[in-house]
């Protein structure tokens, strides 16, 4: 176990189910993904389907190690959510970055950079690459 | 001089407008959108009108910068981080001081309108919260009529558009034809600012 502190993950759905599920697949899929921090943020507090902006600041706090923190995003008010928060200055950890990524794979490709031990731009570059990996 | 009543009056008035026409922004927003445009600006202005009662701030600038921050913690749609950032960019604009004059106001809210195009990439046309928006802040310098005016004007114009930004974006050519509930609601937001005014 290496004292060297991970990014954290914070996966912003509007689906508590989703969020929870693609933070679950990401790290059964990530070899020694147990000590990265993945905090899934998903709908309201009410359990409905949309964006808390409660809920991310808290799963940002989550998961802070102190070494930041890579948000991935699905769509709409879950980006502009976070978008606004970024803005706001103070109500998120410092070193927390909103990841321009592919919400399932990038969460994947975050996940296992993290565990390697990668640093926030590490983790971002690995995340945003997701996009360049076509299917046909 | 607009002091820290005048704009929680203004608050105070949109959230009440909000309430009458909460159907008729879903209803729109059921046409190209996800039917919660009316309950969503209604969840917000209602919590913004609580937290003014309950935190009483004294400046123009505080007002807005408290109001804005509880519709991103409260909306829970892209209204949200929208509006709040459309009130929090205005009231920083404002800045600290106890009034504010007619001209202040309307460039601090360009200030706002431009952090609301910065943060959704929307810009004039697009049939978005812009549409009725950026017109009514232009009209500002001829008084709160004629913004009112243009921001009625701008979200009826949004029928004919076809929607580039949001949700109703994936509807492509089907979005034509619909009245933008965003740019409704927003004039909304600027003829509660023009009663406000009137008194």
Request: charged residues 20%.
């Amino acid at each position: 176990m290496s004292e060297e502190k991970l990014v954290g993950i914070v996966l912003v759905s509007h689906s508590a189910e989703v969020a929870a599920s693609v933070a679950a697949l990401a790290k059964g899929l990530a070899g020694g993904a147990e000590a990265v921090p993945v905090a899934p943020a998903g709908g309201t507090e009410g359990g409905g389907l949309g964006t808390s902006a409660e809920l991310i600041a808290a799963a940002a706090a989550t998961a802070d190690r102190g070494a930041g923190v890579a948000v991935l995003t699905d769509l709409g008010s879950a980006v502009l959510t976070v978008k606004a928060l970024l803005a706001e200055g103070d109500e998120l950890p410092e070193n927390t970055r909103l990841v321009d990524a592919p919400f399932l794979e990038g969460a994947v490709a975050a996940v296992v950079t993290a565990a390697a031990g990668a640093d926030l731009d590490g983790v971002e570059a690995a995340a945003k690459e997701a996009y360049d990996y076509r299917k046909v | 001089m607009l002091d820290a009543d005048f704009f929680r009056r203004w608050m105070t008035a949109t959230a009440a407008s909000v309430d009458r026409e909460a159907d008729r922004l879903t209803a729109l927003d059921s046409a190209i959108g996800d039917a919660d445009h009316g309950s969503n600006m209604q969840r917000g202005f209602a919590a913004v009108r609580t937290t003014l009662a309950d935190e009483a701030p004294d400046t123009p600038g505080a007002v807005l910068m408290l109001s804005g921050r509880q519709l991103i913690s409260t909306v829970g749609g892209a209204s949200g981080p929208l509006y709040g950032t459309l009130l929090r960019r205005t009231g920083k604009a404002l800045g600290e001081a106890a009034e504010v004059g007619e001209e202040q106001l309307a460039e601090a809210l360009r200030a706002g309108v431009q952090g609301v195009m910065k943060l959704g990439g929307a810009a004039l046309g697009d049939k978005t919260m812009v549409d009725a928006l950026l017109p009514a802040v232009e009209a500002l310098g001829s008084g709160f009529g004629a913004a009112r005016e243009a921001a009625e004007k701008g979200a009826k114009d949004t029928v004919p558009l076809l929607a580039r930004k949001g949700r109703a974006s994936y509807l492509g050519e089907r979005s034509i034809g619909h009245q933008d509930p965003g740019a409704t609601s927003s004039a909304l937001l600027i003829a509660a600012l023009a009663e406000t005014a009137e008194g």
